[in-house]
């Protein structure tokens, strides 16, 4: 059985879906593909965060969508128009209706007022549709019945059901037994309208009941039991007088009430409704087709099946050497797992993909207000919102993509003016896309705004001390500069794009998911950020080397080259241990055999590999290894999960051959290195 | 005695649990829907002691899943409670004219849907 903790998980998550699809409709609604249900669908999703809300006792959510659903009903009613205010008005409600729920779910105490101006233009906007405010309160309680405990009194309550009252599904019975639970109760039958059995109508009511309650609830208790009936039935409710416990006649106000009970109103017609008794089965509801699982259970699939994958992969090893003549059942069996597990994981990607959509129908608003806000006029344009990526890859990408096109429309497109001096037409367009390139995903983002001026990165960059002066440097190394900690490229810092992170993040971001980012540009004609991402985060592209016995995996994202260094070019460097001079930079050289302690290694970095890395941040190491194995793809293992946290370490993985691999974290790489005091030994 | 049987009708999934929660707790046997076309769908497979629905729903909304109810023999004397956040009594004058037999307005406390249960449904 389900506990509230799940039902509340359950209302948060919900919540979140609903608030996506509002949005996603009010951008419709914005741009005018809207359909006839848009509005109604909004209300609904609104409605429903509201009912939930209230249930959990969150007043503010409560509070706060009841104008929301106010203004959307008026709009549905058409009482209000959807005007260009009003969508935006609904738009920012749906964004402070998600900083409420997240309050909520975190437990954050928001500001008293927070949201009380878009409350306010709300309430404001409803009540131009309507001559008067529509609903007041939400959740109006009954009465409370006020005053001090009553001692018992009897009370004498007359119930006469009108015919028709078990139409709607009411019971008499049942009332009497609720009354019986209040206090004492005498109930006394009246038959006396009971026809004869050929006049009896089965599914007519003809009793009246006259009850003697003692009771200490309260009038408005009493009426309560009644409330579903009040209109089906005569009531009278009458105290009496305590010392004469009058037991018969029934009070002179029932008879008059019987014979206002009269004949049934309506006879018992067959309704007009019976004509559309059958309609019930109208369009299949289209949600049915999916199931709702638990992503843990996915996750557990998705390990499972790389367990699989390993083992296939090792008896595919351990087989290799098997001749095919003498074992021809064995190997064509392996070959077959081999094709069925790699379908199994695929098929099972596939359950925990998703269409980038969920991230990419944020941006158009993104863009709407931007290019307001900043003077500029921009049009965006998507393509491949459907292709399909891993949730926690969609999970990690709307950060870095937003900050990409707030950069774009901050730093790319030129206001109107100066575009159109520049001879482009005065509307700036920026194009977003998706699209699967071998097994990876490729996000491009392209404007045609002023492009990078590459003579002032560099001057920057110099100027900041990022690049030695002179450098030689090619036109992409110059362009992809800006990705360097501590550049900004904007003259001066405006509250778009300038709060505090700058494109080195956004790379942090993307190196964290496995993935690369790179970025062409044209002075004067765009730019094009492209960002390959892997389609999962289970399994990683790994360069496999060796050193000594041992064999790690280096990410290939972090990796931008390797080379078999010259004497010359390793340096001892005080404070810094060896470095390796690279196209007149320095990088740390790492000794990975010192640091993890392997026996038997190169020491030397002429007769080994130096891979360099980059790291968060940009920063570059040189790793020395053995030698290089090959490049492949690996499911990753998490060692904390099974271990526990190791440095410079960022999982394992299993080999083909069975032997356990340890993949790196170069982030975290150089925070592990020791003091430099080994001796230098050739 | 075998357990009553409650069909919950909501698009809302938060408030179909806390039902089925509630109820569950106070010895019901609850099913769900998450629609009226669900609802009809369940209704004329199973035999149910209580409906609770909401109003607001897409494809079939509740009104219309009480008519529907109201207009087939087999449901015609099944209890229905309206479950809604809208307490006007315009919704509560529709509501019983499509034939509801009860209403109750969210947020509910646990302990009162237990009540109106009880007193819809034995």
Known sequence: ?682 | MSARRVLTVDDSRTMRNMVAFTLRNAGYAVEEAQDGAEAIKALQIGNYDLVITDLNMPTMDGLALVRAMRATPRNRATPILILTTEADAEKKAAGRAAGATGWLVKPFNPQRLIEITAKVCA
């Not at chain 1, 699809?21 to 409605?47: P, Y």
């Not at chain 1, 008067?132 to 004498?156: E, F, H, T, V, Y």
């Not at chain 1, 002023?450 to 003579?455: A, C, F, L, T």
């Open chain 1, 1 to 682: 059985m389900e506990g509230m903790d799940d039902i509340r998980a359950t209302f948060f998550e919900e919540c979140a879906e609903l608030l996506g699809n509002a949005a996603e409709l009010l951008g419709q609604l914005a741009d005018g593909s809207a359909g006839d249900d848009t509005l109604h669908a909004i209300f609904r999703a609104v409605h429903s965060i509201k009912g939930g809300a209230g249930a959990f006792g969150f007043t503010r959510l409560v509070e706060f969508t009841h104008v929301a659903e106010t203004l959307m009903d008026s709009l549905r009613n058409g009482r209000s128009a959807p005007t260009e205010e009003i969508i935006s008005l609904l738009v920012r409600a749906i964004d402070s209706l998600g900083d409420l729920v997240a309050a909520e779910q975190t437990g954050t105490q928001l500001p008293s007022n927070f949201g009380a101006e878009i409350v306010a233009a709300m309430t404001q906007a409803a009540n131009d549709g309507a001559d008067s405010p529509i609903g007041q309160s939400a959740g109006s309680r009954a009465p409370s019945a006020a005053g001090a405990i009553q001692s018992p009194r009897q009370c004498i309550i007359g119930f006469a059901p009108q015919p028709q009252v078990f139409r709607n599904g009411n019971e008499p019975i049942l009332i009497l037994t609720q009354l019986a639970r209040l206090g004492e109760a005498d109930i006394q039958p009246d038959l006396s309208r009971l026809p004869n059995l050929d006049a009896l109508d089965p599914e007519d009511s003809y009793l009246v009941w006259t009850i003697h309650l003692t009771t200490i609830a309260p009038e408005a208790e009493l009426r309560e039991v009644f409330e579903f009936v009040e209109d089906d039935c005569r009531l009278t409710l009458a105290d009496a007088p305590p010392p004469a416990i009058a037991p018969s006649p029934p009070p002179a106000a029932l008879p008059a009430g019987d014979a206002t009970v009269g004949p049934p109103q309506a006879p018992p017609d067959p309704p007009p409704a019976a004509a559309r008794a059958e309609k019930p089965n109208q369009a299949p509801s289209p949600q049915t087709r999916s199931i709702r699982v638990d992503i843990e259970k996915v996750d557990r699939l998705v390990n499972l099946v790389g367990e699989l994958v390993i083992t296939q992969a090792v008896l595919l090893e351990q087989s290799s050497g098997l001749s095919v003549d003498q074992h021809p059942d064995l190997l064509r069996g392996i070959e077959g797992l081999s094709q069925h597990a790699r379908e199994l994981q695929e098929s099972v990607m596939a359950i925990r993909a998703q269409p980038v959509k969920s991230v990419f129908s944020r941006i158009p608003r993104l863009v709407r207000d931007l290019a307001a806000e900043l003077g500029r006029d921009v049009r965006i344009i998507m393509t491949g919102e459907n292709t399909e990526i891993d949730k926690t890859v969609i999970e990690q990408l709307g950060d870095p993509l937003t900050h990409m096109i707030r950069n774009a429309i901050d730093h790319g497109i030129e206001p109107p003016a100066e575009r159109m001096a520049a001879g482009k037409p005065a509307q700036g367009t920026i194009h977003l896309s998706a699209e699967h390139r071998s097994g990876r995903i490729v996000i491009e983002i392209s404007d045609d705004g002023r492009g990078i001026n590459r003579d002032q990165v560099r001057r920057k960059a110099e100027s900041k001390g990022l690049i030695p002066a002179n450098a030689n440097l090619s036109d992409d190394e110059i362009t992809n500069l800006i990705f360097l900690p501590g550049f900004s490229t904007a003259e001066k810092v405006s509250n778009v794009s300038g709060r505090g992170v700058g494109m080195d993040v956004v790379k942090r971001n993307v190196q964290a998911m496995g993935g690369r980012i790179n970025l062409e540009s044209r002075f004067g004609t765009g730019s094009r950020f492209t960002l390959s991402l892997p389609l999962t985060l289970a399994i990683l592209d790994g360069m496999v080397v060796a050193i000594g016995r041992q064999t790690y995996i280096i990410p290939l994202s972090n990796i931008v080259e390797n080379l078999r260094p010259r004497a010359g070019d390793i340096r001892p460097l005080v404070g810094y241990g060896e470095v390796l001079a690279l196209r007149g930079d320095y990088i740390s050289l790492v000794p990975l055999h010192g640091i993890f302690g392997i026996p038997g290694a190169v020491t030397n970095p002429c007769n080994g590999i130096v891979v360099i890395v980059e790291g968060d941040g940009g920063k570059r190491l040189a790793l020395l290894v053995d030698e290089l194995i090959g490049q492949q793809q690996v499911v990753v293992k998490s060692i904390e999960e099974n271990y526990g946290s190791v440095e410079g370490i960022g999982g394992a993985t299993i080999l083909g051959n069975g032997r356990v691999a340890l993949i790196l974290d170069v982030s975290r790489l150089r925070c592990a290195r020791p003091p430099p005091a080994q001796a230098q030994a050739a």
